[in-house]
T-cell receptor, first 111, second 110 residues
Framework: GQNIDQPTEMTATEGAIVQINCTYQ??????LFWYQQHAGEAPTFLSY????GLEEKGRFSSFLSRSKGYSYLLLKELQMKDSASYLC????????????FGAGTQVVVTP | AAGVIQSPRHLIKEKRETATLKCYPI?????VYWYQQGPGQDPQFLIS???????DKGSIPDRFSAQQFSDYHSELNMSSLELGDSALYFC?????????FGEGSRLTVL
């Protein structure tokens, strides 16, 4: 099975940077996703990493180290609208498309 | 751009009643997934379909069933509803790696 761990909550100030870590233990790793979810809304795709390294997309960057079973999502120049839950999800080769989600990290952005 | 469409957006049922949720995937997406998200919980995979055939099954109760039709839309049928079935039900579709989620159907069982 998959164990996915990420912090429950993080608080940061508007304009600052926050890094959300995610560690996982899985067999047949086939990629890691980050989703943003506002309360009561659908998860929104942020990034997908399958190779080691950093993927940058605007204010959001995601890093993966497969050997360490570790990923992080970096949010820069925080805005109030970034207050949301950020879900780390792992895709495995034993089941195409069946994402295993972590419990999510609630990011609170303060003025 | 077209997104995943789910209906109804909100549904209120009594215990032991039946509910049906519908999902219309993004055009040309061949795979549909159903997830259940309880209050304060992460999404839990229920079931998926590829080219109208069930491709994988997760923690879906026996009281629930689903199918994908010839036009690729999918329906999740829930019978003998229980209070614990109250949740957000998300449908997602994909044509490869990335899953695109619908806005969800919120089911409340009273």
């Amino acid at each position: 099975g998959q164990n996915i761990d990420q912090p429950t909550e993080m608080t940061a100030t508007e304009g600052a940077i926050v890094q959300i870590n995610c560690t996982y233990q899985t067999s047949g790793f086939n990629g890691l996703f980050w989703y943003q979810q506002h309360a009561g809304e659908a998860p929104t795709f942020l990034s997908y990493n399958v190779l080691d390294g950093l993927e940058e997309k605007g204010r959001f960057s995601s890093f993966l180290s497969r050997s360490k079973g570790y990923s992080y999502l970096l949010l820069k120049e925080l805005q109030m609208k970034d207050s949301a839950s950020y879900l780390c999800a792992v895709l495995t080769t034993d089941s195409w498309g069946k994402l295993q989600f972590g419990a999510g990290t609630q990011v609170v952005v303060t003025p | 751009a077209a997104g995943v469409i789910q209906s109804p957006r909100h549904l209120i049922k009594e215990k032991r009643e039946t509910a049906t949720l519908k999902c219309y995937p993004i055009p040309r997406h061949d795979t549909v997934y159903w997830y259940q998200q309880g209050p304060g919980q992460d999404p839990q995979f229920l079931i998926s379909f590829y080219e109208k055939m069930q491709s994988d099954k997760g923690s879906i109760p026996d009281r629930f069933s689903a199918q994908q039709f010839s036009d690729y839309h999918s329906e999740l049928n829930m019978s003998s509803l229980e209070l614990g079935d109250s949740a957000l039900y998300f449908c997602a579709s994909s044509a490869g790696t990335e899953l695109f989620f619908g806005e969800g159907s919120r089911l409340t069982v009273l």
